[in-house]
Nanobody, 122 residues
Framework: QVQLVESGGGLVHPGGSLSVSCAAS????????MGWYRQAPGKERELVAV???????NSADSVKGRFTISRDVAKNTVYLLMNSLKPEDTAVYYC????????????????WGQGTQVTVSS
C-alpha cells in the first residue's frame, strides 16, 4: 500500500557531509510523520530524527546540531542532511512513515524503506 524509496547515502570522510532522501508512494488518507532510523552492526535500530506534518521535530541527542531533517509534504518526501559526520554514524539508515488510511480513525500503520548504507571512514 505504501512504498518508501530511499536515495543517497554512501561513503564519506569524518567531518564530511551527506544527504539522504526518501519518497513515499501509494495511497493513503494522510501521512502523520516521516523520519529516519539507523542500525549499526550488532546494535539495535535507533531513532535518528522524525518530523510530523505539523512540523514537530524529534531527534536523537547524538545528532542534534549536526543533522537536519526536513519534509516536503506536497512531494511526500523527507530529507536528512548530515553534517560533521563521525565514524559512529556509520549504519544502515531506514526511512519510516506513520500513515493513516481513514479519515474516521486516528490509527496509523508504520512502513519502512529498504535502507541505505552510510559509511563514515577515512
Amino acid at each position: 500500500q505504501v512504498q518508501l524509496v530511499e536515495s543517497g547515502g554512501g561513503l564519506v570522510h569524518p567531518g564530511g557531509s551527506l544527504s539522504v532522501s526518501c519518497a513515499a508512494s501509494g495511497s493513503w488518507f494522510a501521512i502523520r510523520a516521516m523520519g529516519w532510523y539507523r542500525q549499526a552492526p550488532g546494535k539495535e535500530r535507533e531513532l535518528v530524527a522524525v518530523i510530523s506534518t505539523d512540523g514537530t521535530l524529534n531527534s536523537a541527542d547524538s545528532v542534534k546540531g549536526r543533522f537536519t531533517i526536513s519534509r516536503d509534504v506536497a512531494k511526500n518526501t523527507v530529507y536528512l542532511l548530515m553534517n560533521s559526520l563521525k565514524p559512529e554514524d556509520t549504519a544502515v539508515y531506514y526511512c519510516n512513515a506513520d500513515v493513516r488510511f481513514s479519515r474516521f480513525s486516528d490509527t496509523t500503520r508504520t512502513f519502512w524503506g529498504q535502507g541505505t548504507q552510510v559509511t563514515v571512514s577515512s
